[in-house]
C-alpha cells in the first residue's frame, strides 16, 4: 500500500512564528506525517492532525478504527512529537495514553524504535497513522498538507 | 428402655447417614465457600497484579497491548465493580522533616465512579490492589469485584447440599429401615419359633430366603428341630416300649406277688411282713400224682398240671383269692390278703367248690375218652398268718402259721374229690352250707381235731 504522506514541515513551518526560537530545534522540526492510503484522509490541517494522534478522534470517515503509530517518547523524533504535536514530555504523553487506554476511550499507540518499523506499520495497516522524520525519498509520495488559517492570512 | 433389634440396627444406620448428611449440610458448604471467596480472592488479585504489570510495561516500555488486554478483559468482566489507577505520591511537609504518602485517583473505569483509593473490601464488595513502580509514576490497580455472584454461588451451594443432605437422609432412612428389617423379621421369626419350640411344638419351621449368616441360623434351626422332633419320636417310641416292658414285669412281679406287695416292694425296696388275724388257706393236691405221673409222658404230665393249675388259677381269681404256690401237685392258695376282709372263708369255699366241680368235669370227660385223669383233695382252714416276701433272688409271697399247717393237714386228710374243711371254717359257713361232720382225726402238733366235709351250699340241697 502506498504511504500518504503529509508535508508536516510545511505545516510547522506555518508555526514556527508562534513559537519561541528556544522551542525549534532544526532537526526536530522536519517530521512528516504518514498513513495508511485506505481511510486516513489526505487532506488534514494541524488541530485535525493534533485532534487525531492525541487519540481524540477514534475513527476515520469510512468507519474504519484510528490506529496510531509513534516512536518511541526516547527517540528523537518521539521527542520531537511530544513536544511539537502532543505539548508534552514523553512521560506525560504515556500517562496521557494510559489515562485513555484505562479507559476504553482509544486503542494505545503503538510505539516503535525504528522509523523502519513505523513505516512499515502503517502501510500494512489500515487506519494507520503515524508520526517520522522528514522524508526525503523521491519515490514516496507526499500530499500537502491543507494550509492553516494563519498561513492563509 | 430395650431397645429391638430393628430399632438398633436402624438407630445405628441412622446415625451414620445423620452424619453423613450434617457433613453435607454444613461442612461441605462451608468449605465450598471458602473454596469459592479463596478461588475469587486469588481472581480479583490476578486481574488486578495483571493489570499492574501491563501499567508498568506501558509506562516503561511504552508497549499498551498488555494493559489494553487485561483491562479489555477486566472490563468484560459483569462483576467488575470499577478498576481504578491510584497514584501514590510522597508528600513531604514544608520543612521536609516528614513524609506522607498520599493516593490519588489518576483514573478510573467506569469513568463515574467515586472511587476512595483507601477502600477496603466488605461483604458486598471485594477490593484487590497491587502495586507498580516506575520511574514515571508509582501507584496501584485496585479492583473491586462484587460479590453478588459469590454470594449467589453460595446459597446455590447451600440450596444444593440442603437437598444433597435430605435426599441422603431419606436414602439412608429407607435403606436402614430395609435392612433393619431385613435382619429383624427373620430374628424374630426366629424367636417366635424358639419360644415355640420351647414350649413342646417341634413341627415349627423357619423360611430362608438369604443365603448370610441369618439364612444359615435358620437351617441350623430347622435342621435342629427336625432332629429334636426325631429324638422325640425315638424317646416316645422307646417310652412306649419301656411302658410296655414295665407292664409286663410288673404283670410278671404281680404273677409273683400280690399287688399291694408288689407296690410296696417297688416304692420302698422291701415289703413288710404282716400278720393277717383271720386267712382262709386251701390246699389242694391230686391223688396218687406221683404213681400216675411216673406213667404219663412228662410232656403230657406238665400239660395236665398246666390245665388243671390254669383252671384252678382262674377260678380262684374270681373270688379274689391269692394265689400263694404250687409245690408239685399241691396248690396253695389264700383267701382274705392281702386285702382283708370278711367275706374270706365264703370266698375259699366257693372258689373250693368249684375247684372240685371243674375236677370232676374234667375228669368225665378225659373217662369218656378212655383216659386216665387226676382225682383231687382240698382241704381249707381259717386262722391267722404272717404273710409276706423273703429272700432277695427269686423272692416270693408265702404265708406261715400253724393255719396253714392245718389247712396243709385237713387237705392230706382229705378223701379224693372232697373238701375237708376245720372247725372254725364250719362255724362260720355252717349256715349257708352243707357240711358233714368226720368226727376228730389227728393233725401233728395239734392233736385231734374235728373234721367236716364241705358238700355245697344248702340251697343246692
Not at chain 2, 467506569?110 to 509514576?137: G, H, L, Q
Not at chain 2, 444433597?164 to 428389617?181: E, H, K, P, T, W
Not at chain 2, 415355640?196 to 435358620?218: A, P, W
Request: hydrophobic residues 40%; glycine residues 6%.
Amino acid at each position: 500500500m502506498k504511504l500518504v504522506f503529509i508535508n508536516l514541515a510545511l505545516v510547522l513551518s506555518l508555526f514556527m512564528n508562534s513559537f519561541e526560537d528556544s522551542f525549534i530545534n532544526t532537526q526536530e522540526t522536519e517530521l512528516t506525517i504518514v498513513g495508511n492510503v485506505k481511510s486516513v484522509p489526505t487532506d488534514m490541517d494541524l488541530e485535525q492532525l493534533k485532534s487525531v494522534l492525541k487519540g481524540e478522534r477514534l475513527r476515520w470517515d469510512d468507519g474504519s478504527k484510528v490506529v496510531i503509530a509513534l516512536m518511541k517518547t526516547d527517540t528523537p523524533i518521539g521527542l520531537t512529537t511530544s513536544k511539537r504535536l502532543f505539548n508534552m514530555t514523553g512521560n506525560q504523553v504515556n500517562k496521557h495514553f494510559l489515562a485513555l487506554v484505562f479507559q476504553g476511550k482509544v486503542k494505545a499507540p503503538t510505539f516503535f524504535d525504528s522509523a523502519d518499523e513505523l513505516e512499515a506499520f502503517v502501510a500494512h495497516t489500515p487506519g494507520a497513522i503515524g508520526v517520522l522524520r522528514k522524508v526525503n525519498d523521491a519515490q514516496l509520495n507526499t500530499i500537502l498538507v491543507v494550509k492553516s488559517k494563519s498561513d492563509q492570512d | 428402655m430395650t431397645l429391638s433389634v430393628q430399632s438398633k440396627i436402624l438407630l445405628t444406620v441412622l446415625s451414620v447417614v445423620l452424619m453423613f448428611a450434617l457433613f453435607i449440610l454444613f461442612y461441605y458448604p462451608d468449605r465450598q465457600e471458602r473454596l469459592l471467596f479463596d478461588n475469587y480472592n486469588n481472581e480479583i488479585e490476578n486481574f488486578a497484579s495483571t493489570v499492574a504489570l501491563g501499567v508498568k510495561i506501558a509506562l516503561t516500555e511504552e508497549n499498551f497491548e498488555g494493559v489494553e488486554t487485561a483491562l479489555n478483559f477486566v472490563r468484560d468482566d459483569s462483576r467488575l465493580q470499577f478498576v481504578s489507577l491510584i497514584q501514590t505520591d510522597t508528600v513531604w511537609k514544608a520543612d521536609h522533616s516528614e513524609f506522607s504518602i498520599e493516593k490519588t485517583v489518576f483514573k478510573s473505569f467506569p469513568e463515574i465512579a467515586e472511587v476512595d483509593p483507601y477502600a477496603i473490601s466488605n461483604e458486598f464488595f471485594i477490593n484487590k490492589r497491587a502495586p507498580f513502580f516506575t520511574s514515571i509514576m508509582n501507584g496501584e490497580i485496585m479492583l473491586s469485584f462484587s460479590t453478588t455472584e459469590i454470594i449467589k454461588g453460595r446459597n446455590e451451594i447451600r440450596i444444593a447440599s440442603a437437598i444433597a443432605s435430605f435426599i441422603v437422609f431419606i436414602i439412608g432412612l429407607s435403606i436402614g429401615y430395609l435392612l433393619a428389617r431385613n435382619i429383624s423379621r427373620p430374628v424374630l421369626a426366629l424367636r417366635d419359633a424358639a419360644n415355640k419350640v420351647g414350649e413342646g411344638d417341634l413341627t415349627q419351621f423357619v423360611k430362608n430366603i438369604s443365603k448370610d449368616e441369618i439364612g444359615e441360623l435358620g437351617t441350623a434351626f430347622n435342621k435342629m428341630v427336625k432332629d429334636l422332633s426325631t429324638a422325640r419320636n425315638q424317646v416316645e417310641q422307646r417310652t412306649v416300649e419301656l411302658t410296655k416292658e414295665k407292664q409286663k414285669s410288673d404283670e410278671l412281679l404281680l404273677n409273683i406277688l400280690p399287688l399291694e406287695t408288689a407296690e410296696e416292694l417297688k416304692t420302698t425296696g422291701q415289703a413288710k411282713a404282716k400278720k393277717y388275724e383271720s386267712v382262709t388257706v386251701i390246699f389242694t393236691d391230686f391223688v396218687d400224682f406221683t404213681a400216675k405221673s411216673e406213667k404219663m409222658d412228662a410232656h403230657r404230665l406238665v400239660d395236665e398240671l398246666h390245665h388243671c393249675f390254669s383252671g384252678f388259677d382262674n377260678i380262684i381269681k374270681k373270688y379274689n383269692i391269692e394265689k400263694i404256690k404250687t409245690i408239685g401237685d399241691s396248690y396253695m392258695c389264700a383267701a382274705g390278703l392281702p386285702v382283708e376282709n370278711e367275706s374270706h372263708p365264703f370266698d375259699a369255699v366257693n372258689a373250693a367248690l368249684e375247684i372240685r366241680g371243674c375236677m370232676l368235669s374234667y375228669k368225665n370227660e378225659m373217662e369218656a375218652k378212655g383216659e386216665n385223669c387226676f382225682d383231687v383233695r382240698i382241704g381249707i382252714h381259717t386262722g391267722p398268718v404272717v404273710a409276706g416276701i423273703v429272700g432277695v433272688n427269686k423272692f416270693a409271697y408265702d404265708i406261715w402259721g400253724s393255719t396253714v399247717n392245718t389247712a396243709s393237714r385237713l387237705e392230706s386228710s382229705s378223701e379224693p374229690n372232697m373238701i375237708n374243711i376245720s372247725e372254725s371254717l364250719y362255724q362260720i359257713i355252717k349256715d349257708k352250707y352243707d357240711c358233714s361232720l368226720r368226727g376228730k382225726f389227728p393233725v401233728k402238733g395239734l392233736g385231734e381235731i374235728p373234721m367236716y366235709f364241705l358238700n355245697g351250699m344248702k340251697s343246692d340241697k
